[in-house]
């Protein structure tokens, strides 16, 4: 079972594909679990993901933005912690995730994500990744510098 990125590079080193990570991120407006945004963050293997940085670019200045509890990866996304991806976007089916991607796989044909469990991984171009999201309601995505 891989469940951290370096484990992932040390398994297929030799790969022409982005190895990606996966981030859910929640930012909450006001005590009120109403108010909770989730976003989960798709990026590079490489890419700094400063949570700080990724909450300034969101725009909450005043709203504090932390790694979202294991209890939003199961009740939105339907995996457990080590198993997030983007494909994980079709178990939410209320649309409370917002996906952010990294700009480094813009354009990129070869993208490596796990595939719902953190046992396997598959390959999927950026325009299969975006075609997928559209088609499962969360083609409504921000791609973003993560590293500005």
Request: overall charge neutral.
């Given at each position: ?61 005043n ?55 953190n ?7 950026y ?22």
């Amino acid at each position: 079972m891989l469940a951290q990125v370096p484990e992932l590079v040390a398994a297929v080193p030799d790969t022409d594909a982005i190895l990606c990570k996966n981030l859910l991120l929640k930012a909450k407006k006001k005590k009120d679990e109403d108010d909770t945004m989730l976003w989960l963050v798709v990026a590079a293997h490489d890419t700094p993901t400063n949570v700080k940085k990724i909450q300034k670019a969101l725009g909450y200045a005043n709203i504090t933005v932390r790694f979202a509890a294991d209890k939003y990866l199961e009740a939105n996304l339907g995996v457990v912690k080590g198993s997030v991806t983007p494909f994980a976007t079709m178990n939410d089916t209320a649309v409370q995730v917002n996906v952010v991607l990294d700009e480094k796989l813009v354009g990129k044909p070869k993208l490596a994500f796990h595939p719902l469990t953190n046992e396997a991984t598959t390959f999927i171009s950026y325009d299969g990744l975006t075609k997928f999201l559209t088609a499962v309601n969360h083609g409504h995505f921000t791609v973003m510098d993560l590293t500005a």
